[in-house]
């Protein structure tokens, strides 16, 4: 099943801002909307926003998600060290009846 | 607070079977579509299959169509992946998880699931 296109990696320096993006087609981003996840080495993921932009309870606004088209972005400001791990992006694909996840971006800060 | 935890993971040789259960203490299990989501070994996140809050409707990603199968027990609050004929790229770590196709809200820790002779 084919998935969503995510870049491999990112890297930004401490406290700039970060973009990463998530391409899919009519059937999945540009119908449903995507969520982004993230996860860190060695733990389950966490949920940072779903349908576009809604942040779940306890994520910092400084993660906030858009949507233009088929493609989906999370921008990340003021980048801490924190914030280095994997990012993926997920989406309902209404062709397909499955979910679809991203290929995941390592985001790296400097 | 919400907490998800799997077990029933392990090693199975290839063509065996495994059923990993995902237990929910914390929350209203009944009122979640549940999922369950695989990471093999250095690789990315994989959604598996996805049950509806009354067990009416349920999907699959085409590898392992005929072959697992999703169910719940809501009076028990678990959740279920009964996997059949396993092969070696089912090895990963299995994670049961809140939600579906919307966003997947709260994540057990994960049970690994190794398929090798």
């Known amino acids: 099943q084919a998935g969503l296109t995510q870049p491999p990696s990112v890297s930004k320096a401490l406290r700039q801002t970060a973009t990463l993006t998530c391409t899919g087609n009519?059937?999945?981003?540009?119908?449903?909307?995507a969520a982004w996840l993230q996860q860190h080495q060695g733990h389950p993921p966490k949920l940072l926003s779903y349908?576009?932009?809604n942040r779940p309870s306890g994520i910092s606004e400084r993660f906030s998600a858009s949507r233009s088209g088929n493609t989906a972005s999370l921008t990340i400001t003021g980048l801490q060290p924190e914030d280095e791990a994997d990012y993926y992006c997920s989406a309902w694909d209404s062709s397909l009846s499955a979910v679809v996840f991203g290929g995941g971006t390592k985001l790296t800060v400097l | 607070e919400v907490q998800l935890v799997e077990s029933g993971g392990g090693l199975v040789q290839p063509g065996g079977s495994l059923r990993l259960s995902c237990a929910d203490s914390g929350f209203t299990f009944s009122t979640y579509w549940m999922s369950w989501v695989r990471q093999a070994p250095g690789k990315g996140l994989e959604w598996v299959a996805m049950v509806k809050q009354d067990g009416s409707e349920k999907y699959y990603v085409d590898s392992v169509k005929g072959r697992f199968t999703i169910s719940r027990d809501n009076a028990k609050n678990s959740l279920y992946l009964q996997m059949n004929s396993l092969r070696a790229e089912d090895t990963a770590v299995y994670y049961c998880a809140t939600g579906g196709g919307s966003g997947m809200g709260y994540w057990g820790p994960g049970t690994l699931v190794t398929v090798s002779s």
């Open positions: 009519s059937n999945n981003v540009g119908n449903q909307g």
């Open positions: 349908r576009n932009n």
